[in-house]
């Protein structure tokens, strides 16, 4: 059995399920290269058939993707898994991965098929698959809760017609360690040909112990492959945390004995970028890439740190990619400089007008703010009005009263589509007055769900702020964040995106697994 654990990762297809975490085709591909740096095996680029969105991503990721595996979600049907193929035909390295729900109360509810009918579908989806990507994943949804004759019966099956990795899901975080460790080597040893698929793992985190039961699915039941996304992103309580398990197998290597391929350097890097894309923020004390999860990198320095850094530390912070706040640019730095910097930060902009625009607003802002972060550079090209899309709404300008004893009130200028328009509002704050006045022409009828704002560097108040605003309106949850020195921009900007989202209605297939 091989030592090194194949890591996969699924944040683009499950983490980007997490109501409100939906991102643009340009999103998605930042994100799949910042993975590519990460050096992950295999990035789940969505779930192409699920609607022309996921479709295209998954097809333009495919094209720029070189050195992982390229992977599209596939329901166990010949149209999705056409359609799977079809998205990844660009890819130097492809998978196709086809699932069906395999537990008695998913098949029955869910489905309404009877067990028979699964087992023939499965093993019928991956003869299909295998005839279009010799790379060919299977997952039987809601595995861990299904009956384990059954799912010995199907895996076997479809091992048999050529499934090269075995996926086993807990769709609903219902595992403990030990048994699901144990589930997946009982498995493995009662199915005859097991030895001719990877197994894997993927585990959800509804009772915190995603990576727990990861890493039992690995050490005690013999998986070689774990599925997991950045930050631990997801439906509910989200998957499996990447940066978790990857620090776990190598922090505690002489336990688990396995490698892995990942550039854990490119980790914090990767972090950031998830959140600042998806408006996710990251608690400080979360494990690896919380702003408190080295006391080193908080700039509290305990006394034993500062003696010695293992008494407390168990990892080296530089080792996962923190770097104390530097300043990368200032006012003073050129268009080279600048390019430059975006491509250490692995941000690649498409076109020259691109550049030149970002670099405008990077000038605009350096004029307001004398220190440039990193963290600063990924909010400006993430900015929507940098990148490619052409977005519905974008802002124009916007001034605001408030003074003590005034009710504030704000007037704003902004596109909606070709049109420009022009609004007031008064409000109980100078925010509230500026969403008002938006909403007064908009009149989206959103109920908004979130409101918060983040300095996006160090603490203080000379960083620029981020909002994150999530709207819901008939059914849809919509995440837009907006980055400016002054909140009240920021947050007319994240206003601005969320309804962006809102407007892009997409329609898609739900899928778990
Ligand atoms: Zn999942």
């Known amino acids: 059995m091989s030592d090194k654990v194949i890591i996969f990762d699924t944040t683009l297809r499950d983490g980007e399920q997490s109501p409100g975490a939906s991102m643009t085709r340009d999103e998605k591909l930042r994100i799949a290269r910042q993975l590519e740096r990460l050096r992950v095996d295999v990035i789940e680029a969505g779930f192409a058939a699920s609607s022309n969105g996921d479709f295209e991503a998954v097809k333009a990721i ?78 039987p949804e809601d595995g861990y809760r299904s009956e384990p004759d059954f799912l010995c019966r199907v895996l076997e099956a479809v091992i048999a017609e050529g499934a090269t990795t075995i996926n086993i899901p807990d769709t609903v975080g219902y595992a403990i360690p030990e048994l699901y460790g144990a589930f997946i080597a009982d498995l493995r040893r009662r199915i005859p040909n097991s030895d001719k698929a990877v197994w894997s793992v993927h585990c959800h985190n509804d009772l915190g112990m995603a990576v727990a039961n ?65 408006g996710f923020v990251v608690q400080p004390n979360k494990a690896v890439v919380g702003a408190n999860a080295f006391a080193h990198a908080s700039g509290i320095h305990q006394d034993g740190v500062l003696k010695a850094r293992d008494t407390y530390e168990i990892m080296r912070a530089e080792d996962v990619g923190w770097s104390a706040n530097k300043i990368v640019l200032g006012k003073l730095s050129g268009r080279n400089a600048f390019k430059q910097r975006l491509q250490e930060l692995g941000i690649a902009l498409d076109s020259e007008t691109e550049v030149n625009a970002a ?75 500026s969403l008002k006045a938006i909403e ?46 002054d909140i009240v921009v920021a947050s007319a900007k994240a206003y601005l995106a969320a309804l962006n989202k809102l407007h892009s209605k997409i329609e898609r297939v739900p899928a778990q697994g």
């Open 62 to 139: 495919a094209a720029v993707i070189k050195d992982s595996i390229v992977c599209s979600l596939a329901r166990a049907n010949d149209r999705d898994i056409s359609r799977a193929a079809e998205a990844l035909q660009g890819a130097a390295r492809s998978r196709v991965h086809t699932f069906i729900a395999t537990s008695p109360l998913h098949m029955e509810k869910k489905l309404r098929m009877t067990p028979e009918q699964v087992y023939e579908q499965a093993r019928l989806a991956v003869r299909f698959a295998r005839n279009l990507s010799a790379d060919v994943e299977f997952s």
């Open 214 to 278: 990861s890493l039992a699915g690995v050490k005690l039941g013999g998986a070689r492959q774990i599925e997991c996304t950045i930050n631990g992103l997801g439906e509910r309580a989200g998957n499996c945390a990447l940066e978790e398990v990857v620090m776990a197998l190598k922090t505690r290597r002489d336990h688990f004995g396995l490698d892995v391929g990942i550039d854990t350097t490119q980790i914090v890097h990767a972090s950031r970028l998830v959140a600042q894309t998806t």
């Open 359 to 433: 670099f405008a607003r990077f000038k605009e802002l350096a004029d307001r703010k004398s220190e440039i972060f990193e963290e600063d550079i990924i909010a400006l090209v993430m900015d929507e009005s940098v990148t490619t899309e052409h977005e519905h709404y974008r802002l124009l300008a916007l001034s605001q009263r408030s003074e003590t004893g005034e009710r504030p009130h704000a007037s704003i200028a902004f596109a909606a589509g070709e049109t420009e328009l022009h609004a007031e509002s008064d409000g109980n704050g100078p925010v509230d007055a």
């Open 440 to 485: 007064s022409k908009v009149q989206s009828g959103a109920e908004m769900l979130l409101y918060s704002v983040n300095a996006i560097t160090s603490g203080s108040t000379e960083s620029q702020g981020e909002v994150t605003i999530r709207l819901q309106h008939a059914g849809r949850v919509a995440n837009g964040v907006g980055s400016d020195p």
